[in-house]
Structure formats: C-alpha cells, structure tokens
C-alpha cells in the first residue's frame, strides 16, 4: 500500500511539472549530424500515383539517400492466392537496399500504413476469424524466415498502428498482437519489434508495453468529415511531455517518429485532388515547418512521409522542389 501511495505521489508530482514544463520547456535540438532520417516506401501507393515503382525506389535510393528505409510487405502482394507466394518485388528492394548499404524496417501483418490500411487478400474473405489469424500468423512467419538472413534489416514492425481504429480494418484483438509478436520474435530473436501507435490521438502505454521500439505519427494537418481542414494545436514540447511520461513505466525504451506527415491529406486520395487544394494541408512552408517541428520533439530517428508524392510532384507538374527539400534535409551537415 506505501508503494502505492508513492507511486501515486510521484506521478502528481510528475504531473504537475510535466505541466509546466509542457508550457514553457522545448527539447534542446541536436546538430544535424544527430538525426537519423528514414523514409517510408510503399510499392502500392506509387502504383496508384500512376509511377513505376521500381524508378520511384532507385531514385529514392540513388538521390535521396535515406538511413532507414520503412517498407510495408502487403499481405495481398504477397500472398495473392491462398499458399501462392510472390516475392519477386520485395526481393529486389531489398537487395536494391542492401547494396546501398541502407537499413530496412520490414512491417508485416494486416493493417500497414497507406490506405485503406487493411490490404487482405480476397481470398482471405470466406474464412472464419480463426482460420483468418492462423493465415496472418503463416504469412509473418513466412515472411521472416525469408528476410532474416539479410544483414541490413533493421527491425520488423509488427502491424501498423494497431491501438489506432483507422482504415477499412476490424477492430484488433490485443491477444492477438501480442501472438503476432511472440511469432515474430521467435523466429527472430536478434532484432527488434516496433510497435507503433497515433502520436496525436494514442496514448502510447499498448503499444510501448509491447515494443522493443516505439513509433509515433506526428501530422500536422489534417482533413475530418466532422471539421474539415484542421490543424492540431499541439506544441513540439507535447511529444516530449509524453515520452517522459511513459519513461516513468519504460525508462529506457527507445522512441522514434514513425511517420512525420510530408505530403497532403485531404477529402479524397492525392491524384484525385487539385493541386491548388493540395496546399491547404501542404506546401512548401508548412514543409519546412513540419521538419523543424519535428526536430524540436526531441526525438532524433524521424521517417519521412510522402515520397511518392514529391517524386510524382517532381515528374509530373515539374515541382520538385519537396525532393529538393528532402535531399538537403537527410544530407545536411554542421
């Protein structure tokens, strides 16, 4: 019971100044050199935006130079028919990496980021939920065992933002998640599990009890059918606050941001949206704005959102002054 009481004590106290420093405390940035950028890849979404993937990825390779690159293995990429595998694609992105000499983090399982999130196959449609978990656990299984011997794997990320109810997905069962992980890192003890969770709406505890790693979305502006264009009042220092919040019960687990929104989010998907439209929720200052933003979380491993967008604003409406951005962004020096 004193315990208890002290516990309780301390995260009054802990409040109290967390408040305060939430008002008046911003991160110390750290120089250039301190940060770690990585880029999320998705082959599916730059199939939409009408680009080749493949040229999509060289570039972003060749030119952009990321240090990690976030790369989500779609469960109906992978598996279009039920035990009909092709891997032929994510083969090649990751020996393209590999040579690079660039770190992937491989998320497998159901929901994934880009929408509509949960990218199932059809032929998953007629199963029972049983049968439905028995594939999803075979396919992280399978997966795994393909890549683990490749030496520039970073982590495995485990779902994507399961905690979150977003997308055209059910509702995940915690027991479930902590299944998919166990697989996971049985197959794979070496490297790390990343969890990630909402960095606006999450609060984080789920999914850093679970992690090895914790990752967070920051987005700036957003679209709602309830508010339409919305910006989220929340100051730099709210990350910071939460982190050391949650270090209070996980003293020592590593945090990164996941997803750094970079591109614009609207009504409707990017190539269905005007370009003029676009700019509510991105534009070139509120790029540079959201990069410094980030910076002042006081988190030093931020992933980039939105490359098949700049590269699709680059090649298609000859504005490439994003890529440009993020060129100078990963390759600054102090």
Known sequence: MLKKVILILLVILFLILGFFSFLFFTPIQGNASDYVWGITFSKAFSQDMGLDFREVYLAMLEELEPGVIRLPLYWQDVEPQREVYFFDDYDWMIEMARE???????????KLPRWPECQIPLWV???????????????IDKVIRRYKDYDN?????????????FGECDRFNREFLNEEIEIARSIDPSRPIIVTDSGELGTWFSAAKRADILGTSVYRIIWNKYFGYFEYPIPPNFFWFK????????????????ELQMEPWGPKMIYETPLSEQ??????????????????????EIYLWGVEWWYWMKEKHNRPEFWEGVKKVINEKR
């Open 243 to 258: 982190a050391n919040l949650l270090r209070l019960f996980y003293p020592d687990k590593p945090i990164i941001i996941s």
């Open 279 to 300: 700019e509510i929720s991105m534009n070139i200052d509120q790029f540079h704005s959201n990069i410094e933003y980030a910076k002042k979380t006081g988190f030093k």
């Open 100 to 110: 690079k000499n660039i770190k992937l983090v491989l998320a497998v399982g159901q």
């Open 153 to 165: 794997i970073y982590a495995w990320q485990i779902e994507n933002e399961p905690f979150l109810h």
């Open 125 to 139: 449609d007629p199963l029972s939920k049983e049968e439905k978990k028995d594939e999803i656990i075979h396919l």
